[in-house]
């Protein structure tokens, strides 16, 4: 089996701008959340998406904003990007209590 | 507030040898704990496993222990091989919340050949 795919592997944004990120799960798995991980605050749970409902939420911002379609890719999107937002943003899909993520996107806001 | 904890940020191990990472959490709702190791530029890579229900879980060159009255659960490696040398995370989450992972800051190990 494939593994989970996020796309694409590296971003460059400015401040003020938005951005959407991929996320395709391993076949089977209807469960996809979303992780940032930044030097200072290590790897935080941003949410989860089910059956395209969100299922579970973490401590961000409204400007982070997520869905999951049929087929359950997800994508996230962040609006209004400030610096802070630099990361890499990992995307995860589920099966039995197990995680499996993708190498995960490198966003840099500059 | 840091439910998770790594305690330990660098962890040093001859190769052949016994490696143990541990981890602390604060919260007693977790009932699943998973173990990951992370290389640069790529994904956290599951490794293992355990339910609050049990006390030790083994796969290989891996087992995991947890010591639920002391919130407490460690990974150990036998015997290391450099390859193993990598970031190791512990995460944890409640079941019943789905699959929110509270994750520690992570462990660097450097197994020296």
């Known amino acids: 089996k494939a593994g989970v795919t996020q796309t694409p592997r590296y971003l460059i944004k400015t401040r003020g701008q938005q951005v959407t990120l991929s996320c395709s799960p391993i076949s089977g798995h209807r469960s996809v959340s979303w992780y940032q991980q930044t030097p200072g605050q290590g790897l935080q749970f941003l949410f989860e998406y089910f059956s395209e409902t969100q299922r579970n939420k973490g401590n961000f911002p409204g400007r982070f904003s997520g869905r999951q379609f049929s087929n359950s890719r997800s994508e996230m999107n962040v609006s209004t990007l400030e610096l802070g937002d630099s990361a890499l943003y990992l995307c995860?899909?589920?099966?039995?209590?197990?995680?499996?993520f993708g190498a995960g996107t490198r966003l840099s806001v500059l | 507030d840091q439910q998770v904890k790594q305690n330990s940020p660098s962890l040093s191990v001859q190769e052949g040898r016994i490696s143990i990472l541990n981890c602390d959490y604060t919260n007693s709702m977790f009932d699943y704990f998973l173990w990951y190791k992370k290389y640069p530029a790529e994904g956290p890579t599951f490794l293992i496993s355990?339910?609050?229900?049990?006390d030790k879980n083994e796969d290989g060159r891996f087992t995991v222990f947890l010591n639920k009255s002391a919130k407490h659960l460690s990974l150990h490696i036998v015997p290391s091989q450099p390859g193993d040398s990598a970031v190791y995370f512990c995460?944890?989450?409640?079941?019943?919340?789905?699959?929110?992972?509270?994750f520690g800051a992570g462990t660097i190990l450097r197994v020296k050949s």
């Open positions: 995460a944890a989450s409640v079941q019943e919340y789905g699959n929110k992972l509270v």
């Open positions: 995860a899909s589920s099966y039995k209590n197990i995680q499996y």
């Open positions: 355990i339910s609050s229900i049990k």
